[in-house]
Nanobody, 122 residues
Framework: QVQLVESGGGLVQAGGSLRLSCTASGRTFSSYVMGWFRQAPGKEREFVATCSWSGGTKYYADSVKGRFTISRDNAKNTVYLQMNSLKPEDTAVYYC???????????????WGQGTQVTVSS
């Protein structure tokens, strides 16, 4: 079992930045692929970014490419999502997830955090 806890969400103006963190406890963090997803009200959960266990392979949604960066520190059991140039359409609850393959499909992820709210004002 892996427990994931996100933090770092909040309210920010358009053009601003936030860094989300997700800290894992339980089984070996470094063996898992880590992903970030988001869900806005009335919308389906969507892929944001994913990172292989080594950090060597990363994928991003087209909507965040060039603005968001996923990274991980296996020594700290933590994955990060640096979000720059935020837009109002980035407003959502952001979830981190742990899986075993580097994929964009949320159904490929096994463990999920509780989510952290990100609100971008215009």
């Amino acid at each position: 079992q892996v427990q994931l806890v996100e933090s770092g969400g909040g309210l920010v103006q358009a053009g601003g930045s936030l860094r989300l963190s997700c800290t894992a406890s339980g089984r070996t963090f470094s063996s898992y692929v880590m992903g970030w997803f988001r869900q806005a009200p009335g919308k389906e959960r969507e892929f944001v970014a994913t990172c292989s266990w080594s950090g060597g392979t990363k994928y991003y949604a087209d909507s965040v490419k060039g603005r968001f960066t996923i990274s991980r520190d296996n020594a700290k059991n933590t994955v990060y999502l640096q979000m720059n140039s935020l837009k109002p359409e980035d407003t959502a609850v952001y979830y981190c997830a742990a899986g075993v393959i580097v994929e964009r499909n949320p159904y490929d992820y096994i463990y999920w955090g509780q989510g952290t709210q990100v609100t971008v004002s215009s």
